[in-house]
């Protein structure tokens, strides 16, 4: 039985060593990024985020060690720049928390918390949200899971930052990659209350949930075969390793340029150009 509270992917973050950087290199992968947002003084972190619909990516830095980002420092030092976790939509965070207690997984949260967002207009108003975590350990493939839930839409959804010069519409597909693709995939299934999926080519899929993107396991081998002639330096054996974008390609090849790789049907970014995190552009 699938959870009531808790709907498919929100967003994905990346986690990056100097968030200004990182954000310059999105712009000039063709993204619209938004005004930086900075985080409280507990979370010591900041934030870009790159808005599509009905999902979006968030570029996330530290600001300022602290205890609540030690995790997210840790992963820097351990992996590098890349995917460090994945947010779901949740409808109530109060509920979706007890949902999980009640499959035997102690929630963290919910936890509400707010960021100044800077308006097209000038004006600054708030963009809050009620979060809560799955326990930190249990991270399939190495990718944390935790769920949104966002009380001020309009805020984080802003209709100008939501077009991108590369065509970029939305997420198909988080790719993971596992020496054990069947086991982390099984793992995220339970931790979901979800089912997995065969994929042709002997990869795993997990929808999830709704029309959002799906998670994708699968051996970094695997990835390589799913996107020959594009560089995999930079990802590890075990981890958040892409994400499959739908977009215009037309739009995708121009802004793109020579950065970006043709690879059977999509046009990807090495990670190595995407802050640890390859691009794979496909037709939406």
């Known amino acids: 039985m699938a959870l009531k509270n808790v709907i498919g992917i929100d967003h994905a973050v990346v986690m990056v060593k100097d968030l200004d950087k990182a954000a310059e290199n999105y712009k000039r992968l063709g993204f619209t990024v938004s005004p930086r947002g900075t985080h409280s003084a507990h979370m010591g972190s900041g934030n870009y985020t790159i808005m ?3 999902d979006y990516m968030e570029l996330l830095g530290v600001l300022t060690p602290t205890e609540h980002n030690a995790p ?11 995917i460090e976790r994945i947010a779901f939509t949740a409808v109530d965070s109060a509920a979706g928390a007890e949902e999980i207690r009640a499959r035997g997984y102690t929630p963290v949260g919910p936890t509400d918390f707010e960021r100044p967002v800077t308006l097209p207009n000038g004006t ?22 935790f769920a949104c839930q966002h009380k001020t839409r309009e805020t984080v959804w802003i209709p100008e930052l939501m077009t991108h010069a590369n065509g970029a519409r939305r997420l198909k597909q988080v790719l ?26 002997g990869a795993i899929a997990v929808p999830s949930g709704g029309d959002r993107a799906d998670f994708v396991f699968l051996s970094k081998d695997q990835l390589g075969k799913r996107y020959p002639g594009v560089s995999l330096d930079g990802l590890p054996d075990r981890g958040g390793a892409g994400l499959v974008i739908a977009a215009d390609l037309a739009k995708t090849e121009q802004a ?8 059977g049907s999509s046009i990807c970014v090495p990670p190595a150009a995407g802050n640890g995190t390859l691009l794979a552009f496909v037709k939406a």
């Open 52 to 54: 599509f619909d009905p």
């Open 124 to 145: 600054v108003s708030a963009a809050k949200f009620r979060t809560f975590q799955w326990p930190t350990a249990e991270a399939p493939g190495g990718v944390r899971i």
């Open 176 to 201: 993971i990659v596992s020496p054990d693709a069947a086991t982390d995939a099984a793992h995220l299934a339970k931790m979901i209350d979800n089912a997995v999926r065969n994929e042709a080519d």
């Open 72 to 82: 997210a420092r840790s992963f820097l030092e351990k992996r590098g720049e890349g």
């Open 256 to 263: 793109l340029g020579a950065t970006g790789v043709k690879s």
